[in-house]
């Protein structure tokens, strides 16, 4: 007797109600329900592995840029800090300076200093030379260029003439 869902081979008086299909396709049927299972069970783990990993990932570049940040910060301070020293030390050498120039200033100082250290004598009036200084010594060089130009044209007309 062959039925459309169930299949009974040899004596039906034994095992009427034999179906040997029905329990392979119950234990398909759960073995489907299972792997589901395991492939949700796998799916949330990697899921939370994948959370995990980014809040990590992302803990560590804010750790980077926050360290970073403070490097370039320590940095400039450091630098900061240099050029106010140079500066104080350079405010130091100007005031010095100064102190010397006011020193040096002194007409005194500059006559003794003239006297002792290089042997300068102090001028009288009677050994003073009057010079006119409106009188032009230097000549330019475009007043040369004029002088030679009419000495040419002089020595060009006597040796024509004579």
């Not at 799916?43 to 370039?72: A, D, E, P, Q, W």
């Amino acid at each position: 007797m062959v039925n459309e869902n169930s299949v009974i081979r040899g004596n039906t008086v034994l095992k009427p109600n034999y179906n040997p299909y029905e329990d392979d396709q119950l234990q398909r049927e759960e073995e489907r329900e299972r792997k589901l299972k395991q492939n949700k069970q796998r799916n949330r783990r990697v899921k939370s592995k994948v959370k995990v990993m980014r809040n990590i990932i992302f803990t560590f570049i804010t750790g980077l840029t926050l360290v970073g940040r403070y490097c370039i910060i320590y940095d400039m301070q450091r630098e900061l800090n240099s050029v106010r020293s140079s500066i104080s030390v350079i405010n130091k050498e100007n005031e010095n300076l100064k102190v010397e120039l006011v020193k040096y200033n002194n007409l005194q100082m500059i006559e003794e200093t003239a006297i002792n250290k290089l042997k300068m004598i102090k001028p009288d009036k009677s050994g003073a030379i009057y010079t006119n200084l409106s009188k032009e010594v230097i000549q330019s060089r475009e007043q040369k260029k004029e002088i030679e130009a009419q000495q040419n044209i002089w020595n060009r007309l006597r040796k024509i003439l004579f």
